[in-house]
């Protein structure tokens, strides 16, 4: 494929959607420009702005989606509507259209875009079930929604089948036309290229206060009509029913390439014209932009990168060196007034990917995830929901060495330092810290290998990736000093080459009546100091000699004790050790050694660990309940 290098004279586009309008807006910025456009479109209305067609359905004038119309109103432009081209004879360079008129071509600019899909279901073209891709489709539906409602003097039942970002939209334009909305999804979520699990339930929960229910997990399987002949139920792949007066599918876009195939021009297996750089296809006098084209191997299915082609495709006919990067790997938009951003590496499926939940608050649908390579120093990608503050300087980050912006990402909720970061890692934000620089570990899959993990639990993988992130250089906030309570203040008679054993039951388990009182006989015992620390309890003052004896009284009381980092020499009064060359080595290698000298079974990645369910191995400074 080459570049069309010189401008052309008479330039055919064949499509007037969103794509044929920036392409025409583009081309023509240059006043001097001596060509010739003509833009065919099949629809009776110019450009407008499909992403807005599930308006229609609410009320919204369809004149109000109509694009900038000036572009059409300079002389070198001409406007055909409701006119289709059948037919491309590339080596006359015609072009042949449903009216039976012939157009020439210097250069022709597929812009056809792409057609709504039905689920292949019995009864899925009844009188009552749409698609919604163009403004006849939208005004199809709201008239039918209007009409049937009138003749079954009652509000209607509606049913929308796909569950992607087009899908979400129509059901809410359903909802605020008063028709009672049921949103049905194949797969385990909603928006399932854009959001994870905990991202799509935040969205769910929007959509279902706002009166739409969802079933996720669903395939339907038959549509029956009734003794009028439309749509009246719909039959799921489970043998449950769903009651509908009127069915809208969207359950995705094919690419309208069938001009391309009968021309001859490379098309992908998947659809799609291929095109290169330049946009253009394997004749080097044909263009595509937009839905129709397929670059690298994947299809257009945004509005951005429509629009990016369709600058390049211009600038390459007006003889610039404009290109076509590749596809833009983010959203932004605003679904059920909850704002969704996701960009990059989101859904990773690969253990050296490692998900961070920055911050969740059920009750306020605020989500936010942040993805990050093993050593937490780079971004790879991130979802956030119903608090995107900041994704633009987030996503700036992406692929390259994270700096202060991260750090700030990752300390969006505050914890007390001092208190533990969860049952799993009975350490502090600082104890953690000094462990992981005591021990030269730079890596999620080293403390993984070390220390072991609980699957799941957001606590241990925040808290990690605070800790990597400040051994790497990240200006994360250094640990101050606060007034202690009454209750928290050791007393003056416990050792310094002490350390603490935390009490506490593990996740779903409590301590009996009999294990507290065996754990103040064994700290009168013991000689220890028991103390209640916020919502926690500790025995102050643990020797190391005394450890035997108190993992044995433990027992004894139905308890366990596990001490980690006093097994390994360190106490949590220490400070961070400075890292040293050799330790920074240690650390570099990571989860390549197997670490058998640290008592570890072999380098296991953090998420390796998560997949196989492999348990938190040990946990320093706790005494759990084995309940």
């Not at 946009?279 to 990168?305: K, M, W, Y």
């Not at 416990?494 to 009996?512: E, F, N, Y």
């Amino acid at each position: 494929m080459k570049d069309t290098t010189s401008p052309p004279s008479d330039i055919l586009v064949v499509g007037a959607g969103m794509a044929a309008h920036r392409f025409v807006e583009s081309l023509l910025r240059d006043p001097d420009a001596a060509v010739r456009v003509t833009v065919i479109g099949d629809e009776t209305h110019g450009p407008y702005d499909r992403s807005a067609l599930a308006d229609v359905l609410s009320g919204r004038d369809a004149a109000q989606l109509r694009l900038d119309r000036s572009v059409f109103r300079d002389d070198r432009v001409r406007l055909i509507r409701d006119d289709r081209v059948l037919h491309i004879d590339r080596s006359a360079r015609t072009a042949r259209t449903r009216s039976r008129r012939t157009y020439p071509y210097d250069v022709l600019v597929l812009a056809t875009g792409s057609f709504a899909a039905r689920a292949a279901v019995s009864g899925a073209r009844l009188p009552g079930c749409f698609v919604l891709r163009t403004i006849e489709d939208a005004e199809s539906v709201r008239e039918f929604v209007d009409a049937r409602s009138r003749r079954l003097g009652r509000p209607l039942r509606g049913v929308v089948i796909g569950g992607g970002l087009h899908g979400v939209e129509t059901a809410l334009a359903l909802n605020e036309a008063g028709v009672g909305t049921t949103l049905v999804q194949y797969a385990d979520r909603l928006l399932p290229a854009m959001l994870d699990g905990d991202g799509a339930g935040v969205l769910q929960e929007g959509l279902e206060a706002r009166g739409i229910a969802v079933r996720t997990r669903t395939r339907t399987t038959r549509l029956d009509a009734d003794d009028s002949g439309a749509v009246t139920a719909l039959e799921f792949q489970d043998g449950t029913f769903q009651r509908a007066d009127v069915v809208v599918f969207t359950v995705g876009v094919r690419p309208r390439d069938e001009l391309a195939r009968n021309a001859g021009l490379d098309v992908h297996p998947l659809g799609g014209v291929i095109v290169d750089e330049g946009c253009a296809t394997s004749d080097p006098r044909i263009l595509a932009i937009g839905e129709v084209a397929n670059f690298d191997g994947r299809g257009i299915d945004a509005a951005p990168a429509a629009r990016a082609m369709a600058e390049a495709a211009a600038s390459q006919l007006r003889g610039g060196a404009g290109r076509f990067f590749g596809h833009v790997d983010g959203v932004h938009h605003t679904v059920a007034g909850i704002d969704v951003v996701s960009f990059g590496e989101s859904q990773p499926h690969t253990a050296d990917r490692i998900e961070v939940v920055t911050d969740r608050r059920r009750g306020a649908g605020v989500y936010r995830k942040v993805v990050l390579t093993d050593d937490a120093r780079t971004l790879l990608g991130a979802v956030l929901v119903g608090d995107t503050s900041g994704h633009a300087s987030l996503r700036r980050l992406v692929g390259v060495a994270s700096r202060g912006r991260l750090a700030d990402e990752l300390c969006r909720t505050t914890h007390d330092e001092d208190a533990a970061v969860c049952i799993h890692i009975g350490m502090s934000q600082w104890a953690l810290l000094t462990a992981l620089r005591g021990e030269g570990l730079l890596t999620f899959s080293g403390v993984g290998a070390r220390f072991g993990r609980e699957p799941g639990c957001e606590r241990c993988t925040l808290a990690v990736a605070r800790a990597l992130t400040s051994l790497a250089g990240e200006p994360i906030p250094q640990r101050t000093p606060h007034r202690q309570e009454e209750s928290e203040r050791p007393e003056e008679h416990v050792r310094t080459d002490t350390t603490r054993a935390v009490v506490s039951p593990v996740a779903g388990g409590a301590l009996t009546p009999e294990q507290l009182i065996g754990i103040g006989r064994i700290a009168q015992d013991l000689g220890l100091h028991p103390r209640i620390i916020r919502s926690r309890i500790e025995l102050q003052g643990v020797g190391r000699s005394q450890l035997p004896a108190l993992r044995d009284r433990l027992s004894a009381a139905g308890l366990a004790c596990r001490t980690p980092l006093l097994d390994s020499g360190m106490r949590i009064s220490e400070e961070p050790p400075p890292l040293t060359e050799e330790g920074a080595s240690t650390a570099r290698r990571g989860s390549e050694e197997p670490l058998r000298e640290r008592g570890a079974t072999g380098a296991i990645g953090w998420g390796e660990r998560q997949r196989d369910g492999a348990r938190h191995r040990r946990s320093p400074l706790r005494a759990d309940n084995p309940a």
